[in-house]
Every structure is written in structure tokens, then in C-alpha cells.
């Protein structure tokens, strides 16, 4: 599975952006995908997640009500829609894929910074 990110950038703080990933590959086998990222000097962390073939959706507590993930199958695109952005929102964004084992795939990072 090769996962494809894109879609950060530069926003001040109460702006919005929207995040893509694109997936490729054995897309039959990705269970679950979601979105983390990676502030300076700081562990990687879950932002949201989403099952693939159904509607159940996981946020951080940090996030909930700013961001909402969302998926196209057809497309093969996962989406984060991320609003209200604050400074501490600014990180690298990862995409990832959990298949039906154990393993994780990850995409290459989108870097968005909040400020004014």
C-alpha cells in the first residue's frame, strides 16, 4: 500500500484546510485509516481515523469539532478537513493505513503551520 499525502500549507489561525491521501496499491486489504501528525520535539500522535467499508470515526479530544474525516472508496482519497485551526494544530500531518493484521502503512507527511 502506498499512501500519497498533500494539501498543507501556511493558514492563520482560525483558518481552514483540507488534506488529501490518496492510497495505491492492495487497497482491498486496508482496514482503517487515519490521520496523525508530529509537532517539533514531540511524539507522533492519532488525530482522527476512519473505518474503510463502514462509518465509524475516531478524533482526538483536541480535535473534536474542528476536523472531520471523511473518506471517498471510489477514489481511493482520504480527507481531513481541518477548521478553526490554532497555533497548536501546526505539525506534520501523516497519513496512514492499518491493514486486517498488523501492519501500518504511512504516507510521507504534509507540513502545516498555523500563524499569523
Known amino acids: 500500500v502506498q499512501l500519497q499525502a498533500s494539501g498543507g500549507g501556511l493558514v492563520r489561525p482560525g483558518g481552514s484546510l483540507r488534506l488529501s491521501c490518496e492510497a495505491a496499491?492492495?487497497?482491498?486489504?486496508?482496514?482503517?485509516m487515519g490521520w496523525y501528525h508530529q509537532a517539533p520535539g514531540k511524539a507522533r500522535e492519532l488525530v482522527a481515523d476512519?473505518?474503510?467499508?463502514?462509518?465509524?470515526?475516531n478524533y482526538a479530544d483536541a480535535v473534536k469539532g474542528r476536523f472531520t474525516i471523511s473518506r471517498d472508496n471510489a477514489m481511493n482519497t482520504m480527507y481531513l478537513r481541518m477548521n478553526s485551526l490554532k497555533s497548536e494544530d501546526t505539525a506534520i500531518y501523516y497519513c496512514?493505513?492499518?491493514?486486517?493484521?498488523?501492519?501500518?502503512?504511512w504516507g510521507q507527511g504534509t507540513q502545516v503551520t498555523v500563524s499569523s
Open positions: 496512514m493505513a492499518k491493514d486486517w493484521g498488523t501492519t501500518n502503512y
Open positions: 496499491g492492495s487497497i482491498f486489504s486496508i482496514k482503517i
Open positions: 476512519i473505518v474503510v467499508h463502514g462509518s465509524n470515526t
